[in-house]
């Protein structure tokens, strides 16, 4: 077997076996298959696509390239949520208290910003002191003390995925249905929890933006963990406009507070709760979905959540009194500036991928690997898909570190956002339907 064979065979569409997979995978990481090998071999296999056991025989591979989260020793189910990636998507930070409240053990292995869509390890890092590079000793001890843990993929979990997801980001092969559904699996079969749901995102500011995509996505990604023994869900919920009011790393933190505490926007406090339910079902820890809603909801009521959010923060490092209502500690951008609406109208649309870009390019985000990143920016939204606005009045508003910023995001924001006036500038505003918030569950 050579590289160059397997290489050929893929870019001429034939089917790789499982052992030309491990072979190819195998040598990338280990040094004696070269990057530009591995980068004409993404790309045949991004055009002509892998099968179901192609696809199966990859995640395994890159899964095995490093170590295995056993948490066999815990007492307890263990479950995870994963998010596809999106744009004011907090809800991780919401959801490992939350069913760590509601009797769940939660390990939940998470990322940095990405593209367009932000990240919740960034998102933590706001927090002064946090700490995301947890060990497996202090993963398991945070796990028996507190029941859940935020930590980053350490070196050792799916290497393979690292090197082939750095491959993949610069060389335009990134939003491939079977690369993703085995990049993204390959770490969840890594770390150790016997249940995982999927929140699949569709819709402008998604990897996917298709429902065809989003769909096809999730049933590759719940086979996978299927036939690994996994208890899978996937929920297929919308991304076309950003999810919450807020968008940037403190103002995350500040919004997922707000629902931990029972209050904040209801898009958010929603899509928690469903994602929530079936992660209770699947750790067996509710028998249906009303049972499920009622812990869940009892346990944000009661503070036992926010509590357990406090006990997170502590653990990891982080300054606690952010918890108790002393965001200022957030770090903040110096300056804060509405976007006015130039009409009056409704909002018909919002290009999630240009207003996520945005809140990258105030300084939430990297442009290159590694960067730091400014956890003070981001946007707040007020106005989302159906909501009337007249002329002068928000639309959002934008915190910036430096106050020339303000101009060229006031532009990018109203290129994303369309507004759909009187019809010949009489009568009342046309009426637009929201999107709905969850589109399909995929078992
Ligand atoms: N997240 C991942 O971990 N991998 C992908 O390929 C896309 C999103």
Redesign the pocket.
């Known amino acids: 077997m050579n590289a160059y064979d397997v290489i050929f065979k893929k870019r001429n569409g034939g089917t790789l076996i499982p052992e030309e997979i491990a072979f190819f995978i195998q040598g990338v990481t280990g040094g004696s298959i070269s990057k530009e090998q591995a980068a004409a071999w993404l790309m045949a296999s991004f055009i002509r696509g892998l099968d179901d056991t192609e696809m199966a025989a990859l995640t395994r591979t890159m899964t095995d390239s490093g170590d295995i989260i056993d948490l066999s020793a815990l007492n307890g189910s263990k479950v995870d949520k994963h998010s ?2 999106g744009v004011g998507d907090g809800t991780s930070l919401v959801l490992a208290p939350l069913l760590a409240a509601s009797g769940a053990l939660v390990p939940m292995m998470s ?1 940095r910003a ?1 593209g367009h869509t932000g990240g919740t390890l960034d998102k933590l890092e706001a927090i002064p002191g946090f700490r995301v590079d947890l060990s497996v000793d202090e993963l398991k001890s945070q796990l028996k003390t507190v029941g859940c843990a935020i930590f980053g993929q350490t070196a050792r979990v799916a290497p393979a ?1 690292k090197t082939l ?1 750095a491959l ?1 980001d610069v060389t335009a092969t ?1 939003d491939s249905i079977p ?2 559904a085995a ?2 699996m390959s ?1 969840k079969l890594a770390e150790g929890t016997e249940a995982l749901v999927l929140d699949v995102k569709t819709g402008t500011g998604a ?1 996917m933006t298709t429902m065809d995509g989003s769909r096809a996505l999730a049933k590759a990604m719940v086979a996978i963990g299927k036939k690994s023994g996994k208890k899978m869900l996937a929920v297929i919920s919308d991304m076309n406009q950003p999810l919450g009011a807020a968008a940037g790393n403190s103002l995350e933190i500040w919004q997922a507070i707000q629902v931990l505490c029972g209050k904040g926007p209801d898009d958010f406090r929603e899509l928690v709760l469903t994602l929530g339910v079936w992660m209770l079902i699947l750790a067996g820890r509710a028998g249906s979905e009303p049972e499920a809603r009622k812990k869940l909801e009892s346990a944000l009521s009661s503070g036992a959540a926010l509590e357990k959010f406090r006990q997170m923060v502590k653990a990891q490092g982080g300054d606690v009194s952010v918890v108790d209502g002393d965001t200022p500690r957030l770090p903040q951008a110096p300056f804060q500036k509405q976007i006015l609406s130039p009409v009056d109208g409704v909002v018909t649309s919002m290009d999630t991928r240009l207003i996520g870009l945005l809140v990258s390019g105030l300084g939430a985000g990297r442009s290159v690997p590694g960067a730091p990143v400014d956890n003070g920016v981001g946007l707040v939204f007020h106005k989302k898909i159906g909501d009337a606005v007249r002329s002068g009045e928000p639309l959002a508003t934008v915190h910036h570190r430096n106050e020339d910023d303000f101009e060229g995001a006031r532009r990018q924001y109203l290129e994303a956002v369309s507004l759909a006036g009187r019809p010949e500038d009489k009568g009342p505003l046309p009426k637009v339907k929201r999107p709905p918030l969850v589109y399909e569950i995929i078992r």
């Open positions: 596809t990636g990322g990405l995925d997801y993949r990134v690369l993703i990049s993204i770490k990897f």
